[in-house]
């Protein structure tokens, strides 16, 4: 009898350090997954309304080009080197971190 008084105290607390194994699992998962994808995900969202045709932008496949005009959700990507070759993509298509590095790059040369 006494034994299974032992058992079911222990099944009571272990109820509570589960849920707060779980509420801690939550807590890093939102710390270092969620808020940092949603504020890299803010970031990008401003750069693609903060741009202005004239800036230098490379888009998620890798085209480098000169934004020449800028429509709702298109751009107009001027690619050709002393040539008028032009592409229209969308704006969601440009990459920051890849136009950051491209513009750091120029900058050291």
């Given amino acids: 009898m006494q034994f299974n008084t032992i058992l079911l105290q222990a099944s009571g607390n272990a109820g509570l350090i589960n849920m707060l194994f ?15 994808q949603a504020k890299k995900q803010r970031e990008q969202s401003k750069f693609v309304t903060d ?8 888009t998620s ?5 000169k934004i020449s005009r800028i ?4 751009i107009t990507l001027d690619i050709g080197a002393g040539t ?3 592409i229209r993509i969308l704006k969601s ?3 920051k971190e ?12």
Avoid: C, H, N
């Fill in 98 to 109: 890849l136009t950051d590095s491209v513009v750091k790059e120029e900058a050291s040369q």
């Fill in 51 to 58: 741009m202005k045709e004239g800036d230098r932008v490379v």
């Fill in 61 to 65: 496949s890798g085209i480098q080009g």
């Fill in 22 to 36: 779980l509420g801690g699992m939550f807590v890093v998962l939102y710390f270092f997954i969620i808020r940092p």
């Fill in 93 to 95: 298509s440009i990459s």
């Fill in 84 to 86: 008028k070759t032009t």
């Fill in 71 to 74: 429509e709702k959700d298109f």
